[in-house]
């Protein structure tokens, strides 16, 4: 078999997999799983041939698969995959881009900034914010706030990035005491301490009580959420934001999937004054349906998210020059 009929029994096998998964079970059956046993097999040498090992994929895996892409599941915050958007993804497979920048990709580097400008117009935030692309909201909420830190250092004349954190001024992070695992869990990395971490008292549907909010100062990161995981609430942006302002404190906002409620005018008012927070972040593989997996760090200052995540190698400037001549 040559490489486009390899290709083109793939696509067969995903075809017929899309085409049975709207009478396809949400989550596999037992022996499904039992089945699984079968990629259990001795590293060899040889391996199999290749339209063997699709087969195999097909045979054993798919089966063993949660429909969370039919219409069937109601399990997590998943979304499914519009048609258009898994069309696309299969194009971009073929690609196989680098999409770290217009040397590597001036396709995916042009189709990432209008998408970004898009997002931007979409769900009305301020149209300077840096739009970066990434693979959750919990690898965006981490960008996100790696640049909060750097930025409120940054105004008390401490160079994070040069000088790292001994020695320097302590920032404050508050979280709901509702917000998400993810959040928990991008602080933990940064180095934030969960004990040290302030936990904002919330009412019954998981909404921080704007007058029990701990003091905010300007050495403060306030976590809010559009979109709690177990009820939906948003917190009231339009109660908070005015503190964090006078107070001059970074707010980011958890908007995994609540975030696209702007987008809806019946839902938008739950969204209200959530434009003037620092940061946000928000899913394409939750309420957008796109495939998994991709997600978006928004922060208004576009220079703090670069500063903090941008890498620059010489080598890669050198390969760029020279692969254009
Ligand atoms: C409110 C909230 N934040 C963050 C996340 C994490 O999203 P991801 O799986 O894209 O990292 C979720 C996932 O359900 C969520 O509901």
Partial sequence: MNELELLEQADTLARAYTGNIYTRRAFPSADAITALKGFDEPLSDEGHPEVETLTMLDQLGSPATVASNGPNYYGFVFGASLPVAAGAERVSLAWDQCASSADTSPAADAIERKAGQWVLDILDLPSESAVAFGTSATACGLSCLAAARAELLARKGWDYLQDGLVGAPEIKVIV????????????????????????????????????????????????????????????????????????????????????????TPELRPLTKAVERADSWTTDGHKWLNTPYDGAMAICKNAHALARVMNSDAAYSHASAAAQKT
Avoid: C, Y
Wanted: glycine residues 8%.
């Fill in 176 to 263: 709901s005491e509702s917000a998400h695992v993810t959040i928990r869990k991008a602080l933990q990395i940064l180095g934030f301490g969960w004990a040290r971490v302030l936990k904002a008292p919330v009412d019954a549907h998981g909404r921080i009580i704007p007058a029990a909010l701990p003091a905010l100062d300007d050495r403060t990161i306030l976590v809010l959420q559009a979109g709690e995981v177990n009820t939906g609430a948003f917190d009231p942006f339009d109660q908070i934001m005015p503190l964090a302002e006078a107070a001059k404190a970074w707010v980011h906002v958890d908007g995994a999937f609540g975030l696209w409620a702007r987008a």
